[in-house]
């Protein structure tokens, strides 16, 4: 007979006793209630730290959610327009130029928040396979290289370097997965008058009853970091390097709107259960329940999906920085139609499921990993059985 948590344990367990992560951590909450937690393995295999509950992973993208759900406070607020071009908050953004067959042309418009929303801005992340994105690579290097010397090279300052990159294509055509959700922490940053880790603290963290996330770990909790672990000859070892510029410490000053958070199963899962009630966290109003209704939609049309073809997203449309599950066939799935989340770079995954009244995060650390193969098997699993959770 099928039986769903020990299915789950087995599938999470593997992971670590192969030896394809350190550790890993999962939670499903189901009509209001948990109905599974699992951790094992470690945090940090060197100091034996074991994963657990409260451990302190990098968000990495599932740090973009969260900037749109900021994103849309501010427009319920009258504060934006999600129409508005990027310049009007940010100027260097003004007049930027489009690389085209092998040549500079002018954008044919400005890009907008709407752009930035959607990744269909043509803002693009360090990317050696292309022009634009080893131009970005360098500019990254070059900006991470002054942080280690010492400089204080701040959000707003990364912008505009960002902006003199070209954009991979005129704005709105296709959907490229980029730095466009950073582009837009700064934008918050601007319209705010305070930092973007001081805004979500304010508007989030603190009314989602989220201590632990931020962008940046407290000396008095760096015990529960985990480590980041990547592949080596002969099994992983920790990471070390600055992917996309991120910085844990207290003195940060590029607060990544798509990659830079810290938090833990409990903190996200806050996060979560706001998305899936609506805007609404234990009886507090963070956004309007049409609002959130508006974020989970796709606002891809099938020619700007062309280049969405990665395997976590098969199914999927995608807007406000998540996944919206559209087409079970297509996921090869049987989650819910209207499903939506996101996932990380390090293989943070969550599952955020209205129809279902259900959440599912999984949390590991291992450097490049995005959707693990093991998430499909875990969702097939919770989802085949929900009678028994």
Same mark, same amino acid.
């Given at each position: 007979?099928?039986?769903?948590?020990?299915?789950?344990?087995?599938?999470?367990?593997?992971?670590?006793?192969?030896?394809?992560?350190?550790?890993?951590?999962?939670?499903?909450?189901?009509?209001?209630?948990?109905?599974?937690?699992?951790?094992?393995?470690?945090?940090?295999?060197?100091?034996?730290?074991?994963?657990?509950?409260?451990?302190?992973?990098?968000?990495?993208?599932?740090?973009?959610?969260?900037?749109?759900?900021?994103?849309?406070?501010?427009?319920?607020?009258?504060?934006?327009?999600?129409?508005?071009?990027?310049?009007?908050?940010?100027?260097?953004?003004?007049?930027?130029?489009?690389?085209?067959?092998?040549?500079?042309?002018?954008?044919?418009?400005?890009?907008?928040?709407?752009?930035?929303?959607?990744?269909?801005?043509?803002?693009?992340?360090?990317?050696?396979?292309?022009?634009?994105?080893?131009?970005?690579?360098?500019?990254?290097?070059?900006?991470?290289?002054?942080?280690?010397?010492?400089?204080?090279?701040?959000?707003?300052?990364?912008?505009?370097?960002?902006?003199?990159?070209?954009?991979?294509?005129?704005?709105?055509?296709?959907?490229? +997965? !980029?730095?466009?959700?950073? #582009? /837009?922490?700064?934008?918050?940053?601007?319209?705010?008058?305070? @930092?973007? *880790? &001081? =805004?979500?603290?304010?508007?989030?963290?603190?009314?989602?009853?989220?201590?632990?996330?931020?962008?940046?770990?407290?000396?008095?909790?760096?015990?529960?970091?985990?480590?980041?672990?990547?592949?080596?000859?002969?099994?992983?070892?920790?990471?070390?390097?600055?992917?996309?510029?991120?910085?844990?410490?207290?003195?940060?000053?590029?607060?990544?709107?798509?990659?830079?958070?810290?938090?833990?199963?409990?903190?996200?899962?806050?996060?979560?259960?706001?998305?899936?009630?609506?805007?609404?966290?234990?009886?507090?109003?963070?956004?309007?329940?049409?609002?959130?209704?508006?974020?989970?939609?796709?606002?891809?049309?099938?020619?700007?999906?062309?280049?969405?073809?990665?395997?976590?997203?098969?199914?999927?449309? +995608? !807007?406000?920085?998540?996944? #919206? /599950?559209?087409?079970?066939?297509?996921?090869?799935?049987?989650? @819910?139609? *209207? &499903? =939506?989340?996101?996932?990380?770079?390090?293989?943070?995954?969550?599952?955020?499921?209205?129809?279902?009244?259900?959440?599912?995060?999984?949390?590991?650390?291992?450097?490049?990993?995005?959707?693990?193969?093991?998430?499909?098997?875990?969702?097939?699993?919770?989802?085949?059985?929900?009678?028994?959770?």
């Amino acid at each position: 007979m099928f039986q769903c948590r020990q299915t789950l344990n087995n599938l999470i367990d593997r992971e670590v006793a192969e030896g394809r992560v350190g550790g890993a951590s999962a939670l499903i909450l189901h009509k209001g209630k948990e109905v599974y937690f699992h951790a094992c393995g470690d945090a940090d295999r060197e100091k034996s730290v074991p994963m657990q509950r409260d451990t302190i992973i990098r968000l990495f993208s599932m740090s973009k959610p969260i900037t749109a759900a900021a994103t849309m406070i501010l427009a319920e607020r009258g504060e934006i327009d999600l129409k508005d071009p990027i310049s009007k908050y940010l100027p260097a953004f003004a007049g930027q130029t489009v690389w085209q067959d092998g040549e500079l042309v002018p954008a044919q418009r400005e890009n907008t928040l709407w752009d930035l929303l959607n990744m269909t801005s043509g803002i693009t992340y360090p990317d050696m396979s292309h022009e634009v994105g080893m131009q970005m690579d360098r500019i990254l290097r070059e900006l991470i290289a002054r942080r280690e010397r010492g400089e204080r090279v701040d959000t707003q300052e990364y912008m505009e370097h960002i902006a003199k990159v070209p954009l991979c294509f005129q704005p709105g055509k296709k959907w490229l +997965y !980029g730095l466009s959700a950073d #582009v /837009l922490g700064a934008v918050i940053e601007r319209v705010s008058d305070m @930092s973007y *880790g &001081e =805004f979500l603290r304010r508007e989030l963290f603190e009314p989602l009853e989220m201590p632990d996330t931020g962008f940046f770990v407290p000396q008095e909790k760096k015990k529960r970091f985990a480590q980041i672990y990547t592949d080596g000859d002969k099994g992983l070892v920790p990471y070390v390097g600055s992917f996309l510029g991120e910085y844990y410490e207290e003195d940060v000053a590029f607060e990544s709107g798509g990659a830079g958070l810290v938090s833990t199963l409990d903190d996200y899962s806050h996060f979560a259960e706001m998305l899936l009630h609506k805007g609404l966290y234990q009886g507090k109003r963070i956004l309007g329940e049409k609002t959130v209704e508006f974020m989970t939609q796709n606002r891809l049309s099938d020619a700007q999906k062309v280049d969405y073809t990665w395997d976590g997203v098969l199914g999927c449309g +995608y !807007g406000c920085l998540m996944r #919206v /599950l559209t087409d079970q066939g297509g996921a090869m799935l049987n989650a @819910s139609i *209207g &499903e =939506f989340g996101w996932d990380g770079w390090t293989g943070n995954y969550v599952t955020i499921d209205p129809k279902e009244d259900l959440i599912f995060i999984y949390f590991i650390q291992k450097a490049g990993a995005g959707m693990t193969p093991v998430v499909r098997k875990l969702r097939m699993a919770i989802y085949g059985g929900l009678e028994e959770l």
